[in-house]
């Protein structure tokens, strides 16, 4: 079954901006670039890693594709589970800006992103779609259902600006907790899958001189 799932870098704060180092992106000014790499332990790779194994394509935002594809086709050590499964399995690229890509295995979604990932879901020799980062295409797919699955990892660190994944206006979605780890330099890796069920809200009140909970 096609699943579509994100993976993306938080801080506590839910910053995504700028995770890998200081000027990976300057946007609006933002000077706290790098923030992942001091956290970046061998519990971390192994679960990275084990992100990577599970896909059978991905989905990228047309900044993370050009980071992207300045770095993984040079590391061509077999071993690498995330260079491996980059360089070898398709890459469906969202832009307005790009019209041609020059990395193996890269295909434009078209002007119609979201319709182009719907085609995708319903062939069902599309398997596992990642996006990694992409946090504008992540939101434009949630405003349309179409992100299944968010893995999230939640870093030790506040920095009070950059770029969030959750901006305010982001479409209202109730989530299951599927799995929660902990590394060993203290980064928490969420797995939420969405719900079937609206968002929905209750109010505390008393009640026989007790708190209770009410619909």
Known sequence: MTTISSTMFLTLDGVTQGPGSPDEDRTGGFERGGWVVPYFDEDMARTVAETFEEADGFLLGRRTYELFA????????PGDPVATRLNALPK???TRTLDHLDWAGSHLLGPDVPEAV?????????GRLQIHGSAALVRALMSHGLVDEFRLYVFPVVLGTGTRLFEEGVTPTAMELAEVRTTGSGVVYQVYRRSSAEVRSGTFTVAGGRTVQRP
């Open 118 to 126: 719907r085609r995708l879901r319903q062939d069902p020799a599309t």
């Open 92 to 94: 469906h690229v969202a």
């Open 70 to 77: 300045a770095h993984w086709p040079q590391v061509t050590d």
